[in-house]
């Protein structure tokens, strides 16, 4: 199972939107609606932002939205905000033989 | 309030062994699958294994089979990752995490596991 295929690197103004992509195949991302999103910040643990696709946990600002279409999931954070800047993961389950697999991260940067 | 800990982690030479803890609290641990998840230092998240409630199903990442072992104790709520024939890529963070339905919600702030001579 390789890692789902993420920019490295996304970046924008205080304001701004940014959607940070995730690619996998018919057998991930394609196969199934449980694609979730993480942010860390450094040193720190994971946070779930996203999970179902398109679902927020409480607590996690209307901002942050996801969606799929085909083999590939997107995160977009609207209205970026300074402590939006870190680490983003997107993770999908892949079936029974090996759960889950990770995507390969993206570094937000607000400018 | 939702705790996951995790403890045991340190410098082991390759081909040694390091067993891993994670004390939960703040939830009923027997009612939730849990996972392992690494992260090399530098890198990105990988899943590394999972347990379901009773300990009945467990799944691996193809790069830990045949080495590591995850277990669970539901009296002590507690998880367990017991990790043999330790290599250099094995060098993580190593956080366990609650699983939900196809996510994992909660995440301990990890342990560092370093293989090296």
């Known amino acids: 199972q390789s890692a789902l295929t993420q920019p490295r690197s996304v970046s924008g103004s205080p304001g701004q939107s940014v959607t940070i992509s995730c690619t996998g195949t018919s057998s991930d991302v394609g196969g199934y609606n449980y694609v979730s999103w993480y942010q860390q910040h450094p040193g720190k643990a994971p946070k779930l932002m996203i999970y179902?696709?398109?679902k927020r946990p409480s607590g996690v600002p209307d901002r942050f939205s996801g969606s799929k279409s085909g083999n590939t999931a997107s995160l977009t954070i609207s209205g970026l905000q300074a402590e939006d800047e870190a680490d983003y993961y997107c993770?999908?389950?892949?079936?029974?033989?090996?759960?889950?697999?990770f995507g390969t991260g993206t570094k937000v940067t607000v400018l | 309030e939702v705790q996951l800990v995790e403890s045991g982690g340190g410098l082991v030479q390759p081909g040694g062994s390091l067993r891993l803890s994670c004390a939960a609290s703040?939830?009923?641990?027997?009612?939730?699958?849990m996972s392992w998840v690494r992260q090399a230092p530098g890198k990105g998240l990988e899943w590394v294994a999972n347990i379901k409630q009773d300990g009945s199903e467990k799944y691996y990442v193809d790069s830990v089979k045949g080495r590591f072992t995850i277990s669970r104790d539901n009296a002590k709520n507690s998880l367990y990752l017991q990790m043999n024939s330790l290599r250099a890529e094995d060098t993580a963070v190593y956080y366990c995490?609650?699983?939900?339905?196809?996510?994992?919600?909660?995440w301990g702030q990890g342990t560092l596991v370093t293989v090296s001579s």
């Open positions: 703040g939830f009923t641990f027997s009612s939730y699958w």
């Open positions: 995490a609650r699983e939900r339905d196809g996510y994992k919600d909660y």
């Open positions: 993770c999908s389950y892949a079936g029974s033989y090996t759960p889950y697999v």
């Open positions: 179902d696709v398109s």
